[in-house]
């Protein structure tokens, strides 16, 4: 099914287990409740599509675009989002465990709670700029800092379209430079160990 086109498409509680969708034309289709791990998505089109709750583990999302697609609540372990446009997208209360985000586009993106314990390449991520990171669980440590001196923000929001209005509106704060950053954006200290 490679280069299909499904835009619109509803595939809500569809299993497509190891799909081949590379280069697929998902844009608005609703996945939400799929079934969609292993599957192949590399390089798709999945603009404004509804992803949320559905199960992307080992899913190939490299290349893909997904802005302002909706991926809460969504099973991203281990997903390779390398190169992803995940511009505008949004990732409240997401599981990001492991997954690879080398080059991935995380502007304006909403990723209020989400799990990011053992992300990877969070560091050469290529955009921050208003990323909100408002409660996010577990992130590597120094990740936060990272991301916020490349503009990402922390504001609690839980709605889709209030986030998006405070950016079109320019309303998001930027956090105090003087701040302590995990009490401002509500996330636990990382842990370390003692010697």
Same mark, same amino acid.
């Given at each position: 099914?490679?280069?299909?086109?499904?835009?619109?498409?509803?595939?809500?509680?569809? *299993? %497509?287990?190891?799909?081949?969708?590379?280069?697929?034309? /998902?844009?608005? @289709? =609703? +996945? $939400? &409740? !799929?079934?969609? #791990?292993?599957?192949?998505?590399?390089?798709?089109?999945?603009?404004?599509?509804?992803?949320?709750?559905?199960?992307?583990?080992?899913?190939?999302?490299?290349?893909?675009?997904?802005?302002?697609? *909706? %991926?809460?609540?969504?099973?991203?372990?281990?997903?390779? /989002?390398?190169? @992803? =446009? +995940? $511009? &505008? !997208?949004?990732? #409240?209360?997401?599981?990001?465990?492991?997954?690879?985000?080398?080059?991935?586009?995380?502007?304006?993106?909403?990723?209020?709670?989400?799990?990011?314990?053992?992300?990877?390449?969070?560091?050469?991520?290529?955009?921050?700029?208003?990323?909100?990171?408002?409660?996010?669980?577990?992130?590597?440590?120094?990740?936060?800092?990272?991301?916020?001196?490349?503009?990402?923000?922390?504001?609690?929001?839980?709605?889709?379209?209030?986030?998006?209005?405070?950016?079109?509106?320019?309303?998001?704060?930027?956090?105090?430079?003087?701040?302590?950053?995990?009490?401002?954006?509500?996330?636990?200290?990382?842990?370390?160990?003692?010697?």
């Amino acid at each position: 099914m490679d280069s299909a086109s499904l835009r619109w498409a509803c595939l809500t509680g569809a *299993n %497509l287990r190891a799909a081949k969708l590379r280069r697929a034309h /998902l844009r608005e @289709a =609703d +996945l $939400s &409740n !799929a079934i969609l #791990l292993g599957v192949d998505l590399g390089d798709a089109d999945l603009t404004g599509a509804i992803l949320q709750d559905a199960d992307y583990t080992w899913a190939s999302l490299a290349y893909a675009n997904l802005s302002e697609a *909706n %991926l809460g609540r969504a099973n991203l372990r281990h997903a390779d /989002l390398a190169q @992803a =446009d +995940l $511009s &505008n !997208a949004f990732l #409240l209360r997401a599981d990001l465990r492991d997954a690879n985000l080398s080059g991935a586009n995380l502007r304006n993106a909403h990723l209020g709670n989400a799990e990011l314990s053992n992300v990877e390449n969070w560091g050469n991520v290529s955009q921050f700029d208003l990323a909100n990171l408002f409660g996010v669980r577990y992130p590597p440590s120094g990740s936060l800092e990272f991301a916020v001196e490349r503009g990402a923000v922390c504001v609690q929001v839980e709605r889709y379209e209030e986030w998006t209005t405070m950016i079109l509106e320019g309303r998001v704060p930027k956090p105090p430079p003087d701040a302590d950053l995990y009490e401002y954006c509500n996330v636990q200290r990382p842990h370390t160990t003692g010697t």
